[in-house]
């Protein structure tokens, strides 16, 4: 029989502490929500305040905000001088509103109720193997966005700007051919696209969308002038024919296998012998060391039955859709770039 070793008593005190300090690991993100809700980021731009004078701006109270920075600062999220003030640090300028890589919106994204209520219910959806997401707000998520035009705003602005942050890294990360056309399926409003479209001028793009994204594409840049075209369609079905490249940039990772092999079949189907398709998402790393793919994995399970896959994951599924892993490049971020070719 296997035998369980028991903790040294020396282990016990620090294992103590770390599961109770994670069970109230909650705490963090609340906390960081108050702050970007309050823009405390901001209103530091002006110099060092203290609590009472940030809670006086914010509309707050000042023992309580205190606190809460107080506790963010422990993670680096502002500094508090001896003198009682809060500085802006790295972490908090990513909070302002009106900087190119903000991240505002991402954080009120994912600690919104969308997030927060389906992983307060993250037991349920481990014990039934898929979200309860329905359950909680009356519809799927993507439904739930069609139907709460602030939900839909919260979203799409979390997901823009997030992608504002990769996309230069991401496109630099591929060697993108001199010529030829990228169809970007599911490309969302059209800044990845954009950005691969200024950086190699001789290529031309196809943003495929719904009608409601193609709304409201970012395309028209002066940059990309006469080299870009929308198309509206279900990606489920059927991918715009004639690119050399097709990229799936986190689109995947929203769904479980089943569908994934319907986008892919579908792109597949659109694809010539030449044609590459480029995957851009997480790839969760073997062993047990910490990697953002395997936070935003549980992410997925939870608000749409998503999931971050392996190598070997998407390397399958590429094969169930009669395609072949080329190679997996990695990217300055959270995200790789996986190569497909037919197989
Ligand atoms: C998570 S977003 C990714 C957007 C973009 N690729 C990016 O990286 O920012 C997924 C996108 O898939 C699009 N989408 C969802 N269902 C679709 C469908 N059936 N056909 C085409 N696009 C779809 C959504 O409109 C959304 O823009």
Same mark, same amino acid.
């Given at each position: 029989m296997h035998e369980v070793r028991p903790p040294e008593p020396e282990e016990i005190g620090a294992a103590v502490r770390q599961v109770l300090g994670d069970c109230l690991g909650y705490l963090y993100p609340a906390a960081l929500r108050v702050a970007v809700r309050l823009g405390v980021a901001d209103l530091l731009l002006d110099g060092p305040k203290d609590a009472a004078r940030l809670a006086e701006e914010a509309g707050a109270d000042a023992a309580s905000l205190h606190r809460v920075l107080r506790f963010l600062a422990t993670r680096g999220v502002f500094r508090e001088d001896a003198a009682g003030a809060f500085h802006l640090t790295a972490a908090s300028h /990513? #909070?302002?509103?009106? /900087?190119?890589?903000?991240?505002r919106s991402t954080a009120l994204l994912l600690t919104d109720r969308m997030y927060w209520d389906a992983t307060g219910r993250l037991e349920d959806t481990v014990r039934r193997g898929r979200t309860v997401f329905d359950e909680i707000f009356g519809a799927p998520l993507f439904g739930h966005l069609d139907r709460d035009p602030e939900a839909a705003e919260t979203f799409d602005r979390g997901i823009a700007d997030l992608s504002v942050i990769e996309q230069g890294g991401i496109a630099d990360s591929y060697p993108f051919p001199a010529t030829g056309t990228v169809v970007d399926v599911?490309?969302?409003?059209g800044g990845f696209l954009r950005t691969v479209l200024a950086g190699n001028p001789g290529l031309r793009g196809v943003l495929y969308e719904q009608a409601s994204v193609l709304a409201k594409h970012? #395309?028209?840049?002066p940059a990309v002038a006469g080299r870009w075209e929308t198309a509206e369609g279900d990606f489920f079905r059927s991918a715009p024919t004639g690119g050399d490249l097709y990229v799936l940039k986190r /689109? #995947?990772?929203?769904?479980d296998d089943a569908h994934c092999l319907d986008i892919l079949r579908a792109c597949r189907r659109a694809m010539t012998a030449d044609s590459r398709l480029l995957i851009v998402d997480a790839v969760v790393p073997a062993g047990n060391d910490p990697h953002p793919a395997k936070l935003y994995d549980i992410a997925m399970m939870t608000i749409f039955d998503g999931k971050e896959r392996t190598e070997r994951e998407f390397e399958v599924l590429l094969a169930g859709a009669g395609l072949r892993l080329l190679r997996t490049l990695p990217t300055p971020g959270t995200v790789s770039i996986v190569e497909a070719g037919l197989a």
């Open positions: /990513v #909070l302002r509103t009106d /900087v190119p890589y903000s991240v599911g490309g969302g409003p970012q #395309l028209d840049d /689109v #995947l990772h929203d769904w």
